[in-house]
């Protein structure tokens, strides 16, 4: 990893165990992890930080993930959002797909290990635009 990405985990208080061993396994492997148990306050967030990648739930009190996922794409188009789900539709698949997301995990999580390669994946991502973008400025 060329660089410290920080990344934002988003999912409802019932599943607070799980956001905070996520948590845990993430920054043990170098990345900055912040958590909000609520899509609002994930949006205040992100308007007030950078985050690269943003993991969140999609069934969420107020505001579902999908909502979330349009609004974050707004504010920063290259941040890579993966979706997390335990109910699961063909519909919902392809919406997060249109709305931009980068990838879609189903709940509960095959693994902490099966993460981080969809987390690694993403910074792969993240680092050939910041390689495109460099090359172009020079």
Do not use: C
């Amino acid at each position: 990893m060329k660089y410290r990405y920080k990344i934002l985990i988003v999912d409802n208080e019932e599943n607070e165990e799980m956001v905070n061993l996520l948590k845990k396994g993430l920054e043990q492997e170098g990345y900055d992890v912040d958590m909000s148990l609520s899509a609002t306050e994930a949006l205040e967030k992100v308007k007030s930080d950078k985050y690269h990648i943003v993991l969140t739930a999609i069934a969420m009190p107020q505001m579902d993930g999908l909502e979330l996922l349009r609004e974050i794409k707004k504010y920063d188009p290259l941040a890579q959002v993966i979706m997390m789900t335990e109910f699961s539709t063909m519909s919902r698949i392809l919406s997060a797909l249109e709305y931009g997301a980068s990838d879609y995990i189903i709940k509960p999580f095959k693994s902490t290990e099966y993460v981080l390669d969809i987390i690694q994946y993403a910074v792969k991502k993240l680092e050939r635009w910041r390689d495109a973008f460099i090359d172009i400025v020079q």
